[in-house]
């Protein structure tokens, strides 16, 4: 709507005699309002919208190695022993877990991943170290320590070959607040429902990421 605003007033006073000079104050005015929002907007296109549902993560525990689906839709595969991997903080003392990929020399950082959870604070920093636990026993110590805790996970959702749908979408949304006080679980189901619609745009105008065929 701003964009149009702008346009249709550049449009008036270039063609009416002696509107320029009379008008550019309020070009001047609505091209520095509209700028920001094209700036947004350009993020949220290269960002969120168009882009891939989400960038999976397989850890292949019988060849030992680990295939990242990459943001520009190219795949990286490293031996799992060739990763070097920490708890790292973020933005707002968030934690999460990275995968350094090194050069030769084991000290170069080559590139860079990390695994989905985020933990907030010193709590999070503990159930990150749990999560963590869950993907080396699996690749190091085969599945039987690893099976009981897939089966308990509530929040799994089918989306390796399709897109999530808007339930799942709200309850992923919700997980991410569960365990904190009973007392802000209404307002935060709130803030999840006018969330929702544009996550479910997100989703539906981004394609579901393809692993490239293996021999």
């Given amino acids: 709507m701003l964009l149009w605003m702008l346009g249709s007033m550049v449009f008036i006073s270039a063609t009416t005699p002696g509107r320029l000079a009379q008008d550019w104050p309020v070009m001047v005015f609505m091209f ?25 993560i397989r850890f ?21 022993k060739d990763i070097f991997f920490c708890l790292a903080t973020g933005q707002m003392n968030n934690w999460n877990i990275r995968g350094h990929v090194l050069a030769d020399d084991r000290m170069t950082v080559v590139e860079t991943f990390a695994l989905a ?3 907030a604070g010193d709590v999070g920093r503990q159930v990150l170290l749990g999560y963590w636990e869950f993907v080396r026993s ?12 897939v089966q308990l996970a509530e ?11 808007v339930i799942d979408g709200f309850r992923r949304m919700h997980a991410e607040s569960s ?5 802000f679980m209404p307002i935060l189901a709130v803030v999840g429902l006018v969330l929702l619609p544009a996550r479910w745009v997100a ?9 490239p065929p293996t021999d």
């Fill in 117 to 119: 959870p985020v933990g």
């Fill in 32 to 56: 520095l309002l509209v700028s920001p929002v094209a700036v947004l907007l350009y993020w949220m296109l290269r960002k969120e919208l168009f882009a891939f549902t989400h960038y999976p």
């Fill in 155 to 165: 929040i799994l959702v089918p989306i390796a070959h399709q897109r999530e749908r």
């Fill in 179 to 183: 365990g904190g006080p009973v007392i």
């Fill in 203 to 211: 989703i539906r105008s981004s394609k579901v990421p393809e692993w």
């Fill in 60 to 80: 292949d525990r019988v060849t030992q190695t680990v295939h990242v689906f990459r943001l520009d839709g190219t795949v990286l595969s490293v031996p799992w």
């Fill in 138 to 149: 699996y690749m190091e110590d085969g599945t039987a320590g690893v099976a009981r805790a």
